[in-house]
């Protein structure tokens, strides 16, 4: 089950820092100030079998609406879809897309999954990299919630190299602006609280077979540090440090593997990531990314459309102007109406633009209520 596949069984489908950071193509950072436009992104899943012609026109429609920047699905955590030489791939997608992107003066940034892991090859000669859980079950066997949920460890340093290939081969493209990453955490400790019927769930605290990762490469480095081997915790849930180490494990993956490969390309490095951070071990406010797009999905949280702005301003202070957030938006659902408010309420709690997922899910209508919220 693919990720749309996933939002589309829980009846969701439609759609998981430094000053050294680089200046994107298009204005200034922080265009959620007052006098300065606004950018808007989309993301774009996986079709490689469109035509070239049929691209044109979708790359036209997105330019004419108002949308600056794609972030095309090159990575899915089985399949690149873009010439690599370490990495399945199928078709060279992104290399037939850009130059069609470019045309209609489109950024481009590389969406890849990072954390799951379903290569067949990587599964057979790696299952020490995947996470394990409080019950001492790996990911790779028993995955939580759907199949493809087989995530990598972030203490690992063939992690930290398999990611790091990845990236510095989409960073090698040229034309591209920037990479984008996806599913940059652990598995989610406690879903969102709209999800967890769907898996007839009640997730009132952090239960063992959720919680990661207790694998012995985590467990002997926080013993190092503290002097305390986690799987011993009678409440782990508890323990400050425990909960900041596997925090720091990620934002180390980012700051100090990934970030550097960005930056010696010259290309901008940005981030999918969660407004409930703290479930999915992902302080994204202390990484040096150049842009955060949250994804404020408010059905998910049981929330109405004023959530996404609260979420948005709590994003803004968190971050500290070290890099613009552009508030993700799940659009698949929503009347054009709603469509309209969201980007509003975005825009009020102060976000830089608005991420659409995704781009093939807007009609005729809801690009009507886009362009009432954005002016067009």
């Not at 990299?129 to 493809?148: C, I, M, Q, T």
């Not at 040096?288 to 702005?309: Q, S």
Request: glycine content about 6%; hydrophobic content about 40%; charged content about 25%.
């Amino acid at each position: 089950m693919n990720k749309r596949e996933f939002l589309h069984t829980l009846g969701l489908a439609g759609l998981g820092l430094a000053v050294d950071r680089l200046v994107p193509a298009r204005g200034p950072l922080y265009a959620g100030q007052q006098g300065v436009a606004l950018k808007h992104w989309a993301w774009v899943p996986t079709d490689i079998h469109s035509s070239a012609d049929t691209w044109k026109q979708r790359f036209e429609v997105l330019r004419q609406a108002g949308i600056s920047a794609i972030l095309p699905e090159i990575y899915n955590s089985r399949r690149a879809f873009y010439e690599s030489k370490h990495l399945p791939n199928p078709k060279p997608w992104l290399e037939e897309i850009l130059p069609l992107a470019k045309a209609q003066d489109l950024e481009v940034h590389a969406w890849m999954w990072s954390m799951p892991c379903n290569i067949e090859e990587v599964r057979k000669e790696h299952p020490d990299w995947f996470v394990v859980n409080r019950k001492g079950e790996s990911s790779l066997e028993k995955p939580a919630y759907v199949d493809y949920y087989r995530f990598l460890c972030p203490s690992h340093p063939g992690v930290h190299e398999f990611l790091k290939t990845t990236v510095g081969e989409l960073c090698s493209i040229g034309a591209l602006d920037g990479v984008h990453l996806d599913y940059i955490r652990y598995p989610d400790v406690i879903l969102p609280e709209a999800l967890q019927p769907r898996y007839g769930l009640n997730q009132d605290r952090e239960y063992p077979e959720f919680d990661y990762c207790y694998c012995d490469l985590c467990r002997r480095d926080f013993e190092r540090e503290t002097g305390i081997d986690p799987m011993t915790m009678d409440e782990p849930s508890e323990n400050a440090a425990w909960k900041q180490f596997r925090c720091d494990r990620v934002t180390h993956l980012v700051n100090n593997t990934l970030v550097p490969v960005a930056r010696a390309h010259k290309k901008l490095l940005s981030a999918a990531v969660f407004p409930n951070w703290q479930n999915v071990r992902q302080q994204w406010a202390m990484w040096r990314l150049d842009a955060v797009l949250p994804m404020l999905y408010h059905p998910f949280y049981n929330k109405g459309v004023d959530w996404i702005r609260e979420e948005t301003e709590r994003g803004v202070r968190s971050l500290e102007h070290r890099a613009p957030l552009y508030s993700g938006l799940l659009v698949g659902r929503m009347t054009p109406e709603e469509l309209t408010e969201a980007i509003q309420a975005a825009v009020a709690g102060g976000a830089s633009g608005v991420c659409l997922f995704y781009a093939q899910a807007m009609t005729d209508p809801l690009w009507q209520g886009f362009r009432q919220a954005t002016r067009r």
